[in-house]
T-cell receptor, first 118, second 109 residues
Framework: GAVVSQHPSWVICKSGTSVKIECRSL??????MFWYRQFPKQSLMLMAT?????????EQGVEKDKFLINHASLTLSTLTVTSAHPEDSSFYIC??????????????FGPGTRLTVT | GQNIDQPTEMTATEGAIVQINCTYQ??????LFWYQQHAGEAPTFLSY????GLEEKGRFSSFLSRSKGYSYLLLKELQMKDSASYLC??????????FGAGTTVTVRA
């Protein structure tokens, strides 16, 4: 099946600093990628839809100036958490959709990035 | 938006069958997915339904009734490794997934 990677797997940063998380589709071109956040014992919440070559679409309540998304190529989307605070500590997961796979195919999820802000 | 409900927890014995129900109210429907997620890991795909009826895949089956806004995931011949969280997710016309809160299944020996 299709593979999506994320880097880094986990990161610890100090409050006030910025952190960049990369999401790559390794064997297909993804025109659309999705970024989710998951707090402990809660489900995945969609943060934004990342579209190659255009601006990301953010879900209600997600600050676009705090969570910067760049989808510069068909295989790479990045999420930058700017001026991170402890409440941003969470599990960030990306997914990618293969537009050639047909409607019956699911999104392929990356392994996730555990962010801890101290 | 989407409103997706599923039970919080279920416990069953090894070798048994467990059925996880999911009800949804949607503003757009383009398929229902079930995912398995172990703690600290990303979700893994289990099943997909877009038409009414039952889809069977080995020990796992999933059912959908669009008119009732209802789905279930059936896990047969439970194994200890099946202990995990099971997520029901509805896809809309923009291919966005909305997830339920997840059902934690604990399999006991």
């Amino acid at each position: 099946g299709a593979v999506v990677s994320q880097h880094p797997s986990w990161v610890i940063c100090k409050s006030g600093t910025s952190v960049k998380i990369e999401c790559r589709s390794l064997d297909f071109q993804a025109t659309t990628m999705f970024w989710y956040r998951q707090f402990p014992k809660q489900s995945l919440m969609l943060m934004a839809t990342s579209n190659e070559g255009s601006k990301a679409t953010y879900e209600q309540g997600v600050e676009k100036d705090k969570f910067l998304i760049n989808h510069a190529s068909l295989t790479l989307s990045t999420l930058t958490v700017t001026s991170a605070h402890p409440e941003d500590s969470s599990f960030y997961i990306c997914s990618a959709r293969d537009p050639l796979a047909g409607d019956s195919y699911e999104q392929y999820f990356g392994p996730g990035t555990r962010l801890t802000v101290t | 938006g989407q409103n997706i409900d599923q039970p919080t927890e279920m416990t069953a014995t090894e070798g048994a069958i467990v059925q996880i129900n999911c009800t949804y109210q949607t503003s757009g429907f383009n398929g229902l997915f079930w995912y398995q997620q172990h703690a600290g890991e990303a979700p893994t795909f289990l099943s997909y339904n877009v038409l009414d009826g039952l889809e069977e895949k080995g020990r796992f089956s999933s059912f959908l009734s669009r008119s009732k806004g209802y789905s279930y995931l059936l896990l047969k011949e439970l194994q200890m490794k099946d202990s995990a969280s099971y997520l029901c997710a509805v896809r809309d016309g923009d291919y966005k997934l909305s997830f339920g809160a997840g059902t934690t299944v604990t399999v006991r020996a």
